[in-house]
Antibody, heavy 121, light 108 residues
Framework: EVQLVESGGGLVQPGRSLRLSCAAS????????MHWVRQAPGMGLEWVSG????????GYADSVKGRFTISRDNARNTLYLQMNSLRADDTALYYC??????????????WGQGTLVTVSS | EIVMTQSPATLSVSPGERATLSCRAS??????LAWYQQKPGQAPRLLIY???SRATGIPARFSGSGSGTEFTLTISSLQSEDFAVYYC??????????FGQGTKVEIK
């Protein structure tokens, strides 16, 4: 059974940093692209970042480019999102999602339950 | 950047009726379009990818169609468990993997 478990969320002040983790199990992690998608309270889905199976291809939404860094550790079956210079509008539930295939430009077929990030002073 | 526009924002449908949801891209995305279902308090679930291919375990009452800039998700006979918010996502012009703003399907 595919499982994605996010962690690392919490309350953080504007301008500070946070690192999210996503522990994956139930599939061959290094065979698939991975993504982060967020959802602000009461709002729709916003794709944040994606990474190919071998980290060769990485992409970011314009809203986080230069502030967030996605990475993965295939030996540990773990996906990361380093979030710097956090702003109030980064407040959201952050989902880790498994790519449908190896191509990073693709949909996501499994999602975690999310970790909540709240940016507030 | 491609903008995905879904309509209507809210669709009121009676159980057993057909529901038709639309998604329009601001420029062509070929057939690289997915549909997701999200229920309150739950993560999204992939329904359709490649514009018309059903994901694993998705009932046949869900079907996708379209290509280029116009796409449709059809639920042939709404069941009680289908009342939810539905999102489209393009992945042709990547990054980003742009989502539409969602269509809420509610009980009439």
């Amino acid at each position: 059974e595919v499982q994605l478990v996010e962690s690392g969320g919490g309350l953080v002040q504007p301008g500070r940093s946070l690192r999210l983790s996503c522990a994956a199990s139930g599939f061959t992690f290094d065979d698939y692209a991975m993504h982060w998608v967020r959802q602000a309270p009461g709002m729709g889905l916003e794709w944040v970042s994606g990474i190919s199976w071998n980290s060769d291809s990485i992409g970011y939404a314009d809203s986080v480019k230069g502030r967030f860094t996605i990475s993965r550790d295939n030996a540990r079956n773990t996906l990361y999102l380093q979030m710097n210079s956090l702003r109030a509008d980064d407040t959201a539930l952050y989902y880790c999602a498994k790519g449908l295939g190896t191509a990073v430009a693709g949909p996501s077929d499994y999602w975690g339950q999310g970790t909540l990030v709240t940016v507030s002073s | 950047e491609i903008v995905m526009t879904q309509s209507p924002a809210t669709l009121s449908v009676s159980p057993g009726e057909r529901a038709t949801l639309s998604c329009r891209a601001s420029q062509t995305v070929s057939s690289t379009l997915a549909w997701y279902q999200q229920k309150p308090g739950q993560a999204p679930r992939l329904l359709i990818y490649g514009a018309y291919s059903r994901a694993t375990g998705i009932p046949a009452r869900f079907s996708g169609s379209g290509s280029g800039t116009e796409f449709t998700l059809t639920i042939s006979s709404l069941q009680s468990e289908d009342f939810a918010v539905y999102y489209c996502q393009q992945y042709n012009n990547w990054p980003p993997g742009t989502f539409g703003q969602g269509t809420k399907v509610e009980i009439k």
